[in-house]
């Protein structure tokens, strides 16, 4: 079957859309990935991507500057993220610049954020160079915490649980305190008596006292107590005059000290 001039036509208007709809798409993706622009390289050492991948963007000032053109593990604990960065943004990057991990959105994909340095330098990067960087929350042990924590929430309401059931059946000393009306009027009872006996007791030592303040005043017993305050002050007294004597002896003592020393040091000139 022979092909006619116009499905000739057709044909080939449709391998010149197919090229222009393939020219387009490398230009696009190309155009995204900095492929036909001028570019330079910086890198960090992460202990941890968090998921990051080849190809994922890279973003400064909220901007997509660059790609993530390289991810090679170092060491055990350390991984390098090589970036592939748009020239025109190297005289904003400075050599204290710090690189970070963050994600577009919520669930969205992986990417490196290029902060501001805290420093005072102003020199920007001339390519190559190795960026501080601000290792990502480990998202792992986060939540391996919080399940921890949320099983040992748990086993606490279980127990809480439990013991309100004990209160509530009448089991345990607070249970049956609680539903048993006997034991807690007894109790009320008992509180009753003992208020009663400490407003006694106060009462008996009011008593005491003013006994004691009207035996004083007793002209029979009035010798008596003063012979107790004149003793007691004779007592005070002796203490007082030893203690004088104590220091009038420990001066003389360093008097006498004193004098030694002058001596010793005359006899020595």
């Known amino acids: 079957m022979k092909t006619t001039s116009g499905q000739k036509i057709k044909i080939g208007l449709f391998a010149i859309a197919g090229i222009a709809v393939l020219v387009a798409a490398i230009f696009l993706i190309g155009n995204q990935k900095s492929m036909f622009s001028s570019t330079f390289n910086v890198h960090g050492m992460f202990k941890n991507v968090n998921g990051l991948q080849v190809g994922n963007n890279a973003r400064f000032a909220g901007i997509n500057v660059g790609v993530v053109d ?141 006994d004691l303040t009207a035996a004083q005043h007793n002209f029979l017993l009035k010798g008596f107590f003063n012979k107790k305050k004149k003793a007691a002050k004779a007592k005070k007294d002796s203490l007082n005059n030893i203690k004088k004597m104590q220091k009038d002896s420990t001066k003389s003592v360093k008097k006498v000290q004193k004098m030694q020393k002058d001596s010793t040091k005359k006899a020595q000139q």
């Open 70 to 210: 390289d991810i090679q593990i170092m060491t055990d604990s350390s991984v390098k993220v090589t970036l592939t960065l748009n020239d025109d943004v190297k005289k904003f990057i400075k050599k204290d610049a710090k690189l970070s991990i963050g994600s577009d959105g919520l669930m969205g994909d992986k990417l490196v954020v290029i902060a501001p340095g805290g420093g005072t330098t102003n020199a920007a990067v001339s390519g190559g160079e190795e960026l501080a960087v601000v290792n990502p929350l480990d998202v792992d042990k986060i939540i391996a915490k919080f399940t921890k924590i949320a099983d040992n929430a748990g086993d606490l309401v279980e127990g809480l649980a439990s013991i309100v059931n004990k209160v509530n059946s009448g089991k345990g000393s607070i249970g049956r305190l609680l539903n048993n009306d006997k034991m807690a009027k007894n109790m009320e009872n008992t509180v009753k008596q003992a208020q009663t006996t400490m407003a006694n007791v106060h009462k008996t030592t009011t008593t005491l006292n003013e």
